[in-house]
């Protein structure tokens, strides 16, 4: 049940971030601050093997999920990539996070 809903959170996170990029006006102001890296990141996330980039950010515990969400919400790649690499990415990391805690709590007192 912890599984399904934190995932469910992760992909309901994922799809607003993607949906609404440009709600607090933060794409105009990313395009006119890094209008390069934005274009290299567009060149990357509309490719076919996206999605695996995509999937390799979300597992990657030292970069924010939320980031890569937005950043193809700014560049419109395709829904079902992303959303499909965010859980490829996801969901090994969240099963340790239950498993490690789990055994954590174990050995508590």
Known sequence: AVLLVSMLGIVASATLLYRF??????????????????????GT?????ATWF???????????????????GLVRMPYRR???????GELPLVTAYIFLGTRLFELLP
């Open 82 to 88: 992303m959303i499909a690499g965010i859980i490829i």
């Open 21 to 42: 990029p440009g709600f607090a006006g933060y794409d105009a102001l990313l395009a006119s601050k890094y209008p390069e890296k934005l274009a290299r990141l567009q």
């Open 45 to 49: 996330l509309v490719k076919p093997r």
């Open 54 to 72: 995509v999937a390799l950010w979300a597992f990657f515990p030292g970069v924010p999920t939320d980031l890569i969400c937005y950043a193809a």
